[in-house]
């Protein structure tokens, strides 16, 4: 028996190839040593994506590395980070910063599918809002989540072929530079992303705002295979964890998290801890138990963080 395609499938299977392109995190360096700086790196993205043929659908500029998803050819997505890796290269080198970005190779995940499509622009847009609690992950300026399904979205600023010459320069921090593209709008220095995501595109893989914000909050396992396929340690807010412990006590035992024993808080930890690699001081929180009882139970991890 058939079904009928959404047109959020129709509109994924018509689309391109698409890519989530990462980079693995800078271990002894940050990205940027002033939010002024992380302004220069999205002025330089919005170039970059602008000379190439492909489509920015989703990004996040975290602190020591980069979420990009993005429609084109695997060649051409590379190629695009090439370029983008290049300017910024040139700042560093220009304005005194010693990084090494040797260690930021792009890792290339083909998207195959409206459903994964939907997976990894959520983790793209919630890596800044699982690590910092002062995050809104509709509202964040360094990722791409405020963009989608907003009807209050401001559109403000000035093309870039408008900028006098020392507003190019600035923007693109460099004496020689031109131009910026036309496309590009820029506000109080810095590129709007709105004129450079394709937003609009990325919508078009969902059914509706709902499926979208659900899909951003809800698929919490989704969230941890993503994040261990990336090689990254899944991190969950405890609010996320909370509706967890509730169903895995009932389903289990049928008692509530408040109504466990030792034991059942012991079999509670364990299972945050294998399946959702909460922290120690995280399963102390939500489980109710003293953190001394949690690194009993699990020392090697205790042992790591002590260090």
Same mark, same amino acid.
């Not at 047109?7 to 018509?14: D, S």
């Not at 060649?75 to 010693?98: C, E, I, N, P």
């Not at 209050?152 to 031109?178: H, N, Q, Y």
């Not at 412990?245 to 801890?273: C, H, V, W």
């Given at each position: 028996?058939?079904?009928?395609?959404?047109?959020?499938?129709?509109?994924?299977?018509?689309?391109?190839?698409?890519?989530?392109?990462?980079?693995?995190?800078?271990?002894?360096?940050?990205?940027?040593?002033?939010?002024?700086?992380?302004?220069?790196?999205?002025?330089?993205?919005?170039?970059?994506?602008?000379?190439?043929?492909?489509?920015?659908?989703?990004?996040?500029?975290?602190?020591?590395?980069?979420?990009?998803?993005?429609?084109?050819?695997?060649?051409?997505?590379?190629?695009?980070?090439?370029?983008?890796?290049?300017?910024?290269?040139?700042?560093?080198?220009?304005? *005194?910063?010693?990084?090494?970005?040797?260690?930021?190779?792009? *890792?290339?995940?083909?998207?195959?599918?409206?459903?994964?499509?939907?997976?990894?622009?959520?983790?793209?847009?919630?890596?800044?809002?699982?690590?910092?609690?002062?995050?809104?992950?509709?509202?964040?300026?360094?990722?791409?989540?405020?963009?989608?399904?907003?009807?209050?979205?401001?559109?403000? *600023?000035?093309? *870039?072929?408008?900028?006098?010459?020392?507003?190019?320069?600035?923007?693109?921090?460099?004496?020689?530079?031109?131009?910026?593209?036309?496309?590009?709008?820029?506000?109080?220095?810095?590129?709007?992303?709105?004129?450079?995501?394709?937003?609009?595109?990325?919508?078009?893989?969902?059914?509706?705002?709902?499926?979208?914000?659900?899909?951003?909050?809800?698929?919490?396992?989704?969230?941890?295979?993503?994040?261990?396929?990336?090689?990254?340690?899944?991190?969950?807010?405890?609010?996320?964890?909370?509706?967890?412990?509730?169903?895995?006590?009932?389903?289990?035992?049928?008692?509530?998290?408040?109504?466990?024993?030792?034991?059942?808080?012991?079999?509670?930890?364990?299972?945050?801890?294998?399946?959702?690699?909460?922290?120690?001081?995280?399963?102390?929180?939500?489980?109710?138990?003293?953190?001394?009882?949690?690194?009993?139970?699990?020392?090697?991890?205790?042992?790591?963080?002590?260090?």
């Amino acid at each position: 028996m058939s079904y009928a395609l959404s047109p959020a499938e129709i509109a994924f299977r018509e689309a391109g190839p698409i890519y989530h392109l990462y980079t693995k995190p800078l271990e002894a360096d940050t990205l940027y040593q002033s939010e002024q700086e992380r302004v220069v790196a999205m002025n330089l993205l919005s170039i970059s994506i602008a000379e190439s043929p492909c489509k920015l659908l989703a990004y996040s500029l975290m602190s020591n590395h980069f979420h990009f998803i993005i429609e084109g050819t695997a060649d051409q997505v590379l190629a695009f980070f090439v370029s983008f890796m290049k300017r910024l290269k040139t700042y560093y080198r220009y304005h *005194g910063r010693t990084i090494d970005l040797s260690a930021m190779e792009p *890792g290339l995940t083909f998207i195959e599918t409206v459903r994964q499509f939907q997976t990894e622009l959520a983790y793209v847009i919630r890596n800044a809002f699982v690590v910092q609690p002062n995050v809104n992950v509709f509202a964040d300026r360094w990722s791409s989540g405020h963009l989608y399904f907003n009807p209050w979205l401001v559109k403000e *600023g000035i093309p *870039g072929d408008k900028l006098k010459v020392a507003e190019i320069r600035s923007f693109c921090r460099s004496r020689t530079a031109s131009k910026v593209p036309d496309s590009i709008y820029v506000n109080d220095g810095m590129a709007q992303p709105w004129s450079f995501v394709d937003y609009t595109r990325a919508m078009s893989f969902y059914d509706n705002a709902r499926q979208f914000v659900y899909s951003v909050l809800k698929s919490v396992e989704a969230q941890v295979q993503t994040s261990l396929r990336y090689g990254e340690i899944p991190q969950l807010p405890d609010e996320e964890l909370i509706p967890i412990i509730y169903k895995f006590s009932k389903e289990t035992m049928n008692l509530r998290p408040s109504e466990l024993d030792l034991k059942g808080r012991q079999k509670l930890a364990i299972m945050l801890k294998n399946e959702y690699y909460a922290s120690n001081g995280q399963i102390a929180r939500i489980a109710k138990m003293p953190l001394v009882h949690v690194n009993e139970l699990f020392p090697m991890v205790a042992k790591a963080q002590i260090r």
